[in-house]
């Protein structure tokens, strides 16, 4: 276990090694023989709450000392340690002639020693430590400051017993140094604690501060005591710069913005908790801010949140609050945050809100969408010396331009660098939000679609179509009005003289004061036909599939079923593509892997406005290389559904699911396999298993999915329009090209391509953009563009200069 610090420890000489461990073999006879008699209760018993183990009350002080030695000797080194965390205690915690000499030989053991998970050869060093004099201690501060550090970074001890060691070793080297704010508080275990020291030194030293932030990092659960509130409410009326010390702190993380060591973590959830005692505005709009840094997580590691402790107790203190900035906070982390636990909190806490305000849980979502500012033409203009600097939303993304006399100009300009630096910092977090927003309220607006919502008129036209982020998306959708709520027509927005109307497909304004998103599965067929043909004659660019949205009806076999589909069971996914697409698509899954628990996996996502709930079932596929530990694959299995009742879910048979929540759900798991399916990779028959050979070889030539058949549609109406419309036609399954070479066929569904006459399979990997300016209705299908692409490069086969292409072609 030793690092650094064993180094630095002091040596001990031969007469005072002989002093320590004199008596050691005895007394550790005596205390195995006592712990062999406790070993005979129940196995969940602790040794010392066994009735005889109060005889060593009654043992001479020297023997106690002796068996708490010998114990730690024995916690350090043992091969086969037993859990002494209590004995150790027991032994050590009453009044014993602890001496420098036993805690230099008790570090030495430890460093020589293992370090177990349950952290029981720290509990005597940190007593000893804790007993001794300030004297004795001055020139053992090095290795223990050392000690420290090393142990705020180790995360194979018990959390208890870790912090427990940390505490009385700090608060040791505090007595021994003078040092006024406490060492475990704000230690070195991450950025953040050297961070606060050196920018807020002063006001954490200040009269009353330490003892404050000591208290807050005491609270131990999410929700504090009413005895804790009114200790910290007693500190912060004592405290002369309590208040600002609590704030300082926060807004230091705010800035800070990574992730915490779990110790500065139950530090701030302590702290919001101080916070929350401030009633005023300004609090809850840093008590918001704190919550979006806080369940904020990395890139990389999405379902890690920088401060999960702080985000779970601030997210329930914001629920509380009144005013506009709890209900934008968490509605914006609804559909970013990706850690289930934190994600359960922030769905409990909006629907509390909207409770308290009278609103469903998606109409909070809707009502809390930030504007940032911008105006109705989602622009906000601002001054930057001689220049015009502009956030503006264009398509769905956000750009910060510059203009100088109303000439615009290319990228930045050098004086704006040079002179207004923080203007342009926080214009670029501004266009940064704003794009966050945007991609947020895309998936939001999409989660509509299993929704049975209406809206009155006004409220549709202002919440989707002059909202400056929602009007990125509104005027490009399809939506129905009706004047009695029974009879619904649909149409696209269109801006009359007297405002927002909704036009038929003959540009007709429809009368109806009642509103609601447009979804196939309540169209006819004849309807819907026609609807794709118009966006495409249009060159109407939908935010995602509308018109050509797949319906996904319940089938004969899943009423058999009845609690279960097993529609898109037993296949096989490329897993890490599998896993970063359904978080992607909003769904929670836990990370598969070869340890306890990671065999399996259950991806959830609600639907229906948060009233309903789809769970997605798919398991480890073991690798055949046992020496590879990484998860390749995974196999698919059952989808099911179940119905929020009130804190819990309550498992629902599939045929009482609502169709629009079905048919999204199913759509969703269709998109996992159908992207991430092995049969979609076209370089998989060149590396594939042959244990999945049978599995490839099928489902490259299976019956179209739903999506498949849109795709289909979509590629009917689409190859008109190309230069190759006479050398392709469609088939119930295939696209077929004919080259100047030979004839293929592409499969709807996989992508992947046949050569005529033998069937001879042809791996191409297309490149991106390969369908020039060809309109495409929708983005959100990468398998439409692949197979254009193909289709493309195929119709001109002699053209193709790929070696690895024409050595297949001349097979």
């Known amino acids: 276990m030793g690092g650094d610090w064993a180094a630095l420890l002091p040596g001990l000489t031969d007469e005072d090694r002989r002093v320590v461990a004199a008596g050691l073999t005895e007394a550790r006879t005596r205390i195995r023989d006592l712990l062999h008699i406790t070993s005979t209760y129940h196995r969940g018993s602790s040794a010392t709450e066994v009735p005889e183990w109060k005889a060593v009350a009654s043992w001479p002080v ?139 030194g002063a006001v954490l030293a200040a009269p009353g501060v330490p003892e404050l932030l000591a208290h807050c990092a005491s609270l131990a659960k999410p929700a504090a005591p009413a005895k804790w509130q009114r200790r910290v409410d007693e500190l912060l009326d004592t405290t002369p710069v309590g208040a600002t010390a609590v704030r300082s702190v926060l807004e230091a993380f705010v800035a800070y913005g990574r992730p915490l060591h779990d110790d500065t973590d139950r530090l701030l959830r302590g702290l919001v908790w101080a916070l929350s005692r401030q009633p005023d505005e300004r609090a809850t709009e840093l008590l918001a801010r704190v919550t979006a840094a806080a369940a904020a997580a990395p890139r990389q590691a999405s379902g890690y949140p920088h401060a999960q402790k702080t985000a779970v107790a601030a997210i329930a203190l914001l629920a509380g609050r009144g005013g506009e900035a709890p209900v934008r906070t968490l509605a914006r982390l609804a559909v970013t945050v990706r850690n289930k636990a934190v994600q359960s909190r922030i769905q409990a806490a909006l629907a509390h809100l909207g409770a308290l305000r009278g609103w469903s849980l998606s109409e909070v979502l809707e009502l809390a969408v930030d504007d940032h500012g911008l105006g109705p033409d989602g622009r906000l203009c601002t001054r930057v010396g001689p220049y015009e600097a502009a956030v503006e939303v264009t398509g769905e993304k956000a750009r910060l331009t510059f203009a100088r006399d109303a000439v615009a100009l290319k990228g930045v300009p050098a004086p704006v660098k040079q002179a207004y630096g923080g203007e342009l910092k926080e214009l670029r977090d501004l266009a940064k939000r704003v794009g966050a927003t945007l991609a947020a309220e895309r998936q939001r607006v999409e989660g509509l679609l299993s929704e049975e919502r209406t809206w009155s008129h006004s409220d549709w036209s202002s919440r989707f179509l002059e909202h400056p982020i929602t009007a990125a998306y509104g005027p490009r959708l399809l939506w129905e009005t009706s004047t009695d709520g029974h009879r619904w027509t649909a149409g696209l927005p269109r801006r009359d003289s007297d405002g927002w109307t909704i036009a038929d497909l003959e540009g007709r304004a429809i009368p109806g004061d009642r509103v609601r998103l447009w979804h196939p599965a309540r169209a006819t067929t004849d309807e819907v036909l026609a609807w794709r043909e118009h966006v495409l004659a249009t060159g109407l660019a939908q935010p995602f599939k509308q018109a050509f949205r797949e319906v996904y009806l319940l089938t004969p076999a899943e009423e058999r079923t009845h609690t279960y589909s097993n529609r898109f069971a037993a296949h096989i996914l490329r897993y890490r593509q599998a896993n970063a697409l359904m978080r992607t698509r909003g769904w929670q899954a836990g990370y598969l892997g070869a340890w306890d628990g990671g065999y399996e996996s259950e991806a959830t996502k609600p639907f229906g406005g948060g009233g309903w709930r789809a769970s997605f079932h798919h398991q480890l596929v073991d690798n055949a290389d046992e020496r590879r530990y990484d998860v390749e694959y995974c196999s698919t299995d059952q989808v099911r559904f179940a119905r929020r009742d009130g804190a819990t879910w309550q498992p629902t048979p599939v045929a009482d699911v609502p169709p629009l929540v079905f048919s999204e759900a199913m759509r969703d798991v269709d998109l996992f396999v159908g992207v991430t399916s092995i049969a979609s990779d076209p370089q998989w028959a060149d590396r594939g298993e042959d244990r999945f050979h049978a599995y490839w070889h099928s489902t490259v030539i299976a019956e179209l999915t739903p999506s498949a058949q849109v795709r289909r549609d979509a590629l009917a109406r689409l190859l008109p329009r190309t230069n190759i419309a006479d050398r392709v036609s469609l088939s119930e399954r295939y696209l077929h090209v004919r080259g100047t070479i030979r004839a293929y066929r592409i499969h709807l569904g996989s992508g992947n391509i046949l050569m005529e006459p033998d069937d001879a399979y042809l791996c191409i990997v297309a490149a991106r953009d390969r369908t020039g300016r060809l309109h495409l209705p929708f983005d959100d299908d990468p398998m439409l563009s692949t197979i254009l692409s193909k289709a493309i490069m195929l119709a001109a086969d002699d053209t193709i200069t790929d070696a690895t292409v024409l050595a297949q072609l001349a097979r």
């Open 62 to 200: 020297e023997e106690r000392r002796s068996a708490a030695l010998a114990m730690h000797l024995e916690s350090s080194t043992s091969s086969t340690p037993t859990a002494l965390n209590d004995v150790l205690r027991s032994l050590a915690d009453s009044d014993l002639p602890w001496t420098r000499s036993d805690l230099v030989w008790c570090l030495d053991v430890a460093s020589r020693g293992w370090g177990y998970e349950d952290g029981a050869h720290l509990e005597l060093p940190a007593i000893i430590a804790a007993r001794l004099a300030p004297a004795e201690l001055v020139d053992l501060v090095p290795a223990l400051d050392a000690l420290i550090d090393e142990l705020v970074h180790d995360y194979f001890i018990a959390a208890a017993t870790r912090r427990r060691a940390v505490l009385l070793v700090s608060q040791t080297i505090d007595r021994a140094t003078g040092r006024r704010v406490p060492s475990w508080l704000l230690h070195d275990g991450d950025g953040f604690g050297p961070f606060a020291r050196a920018e807020l």
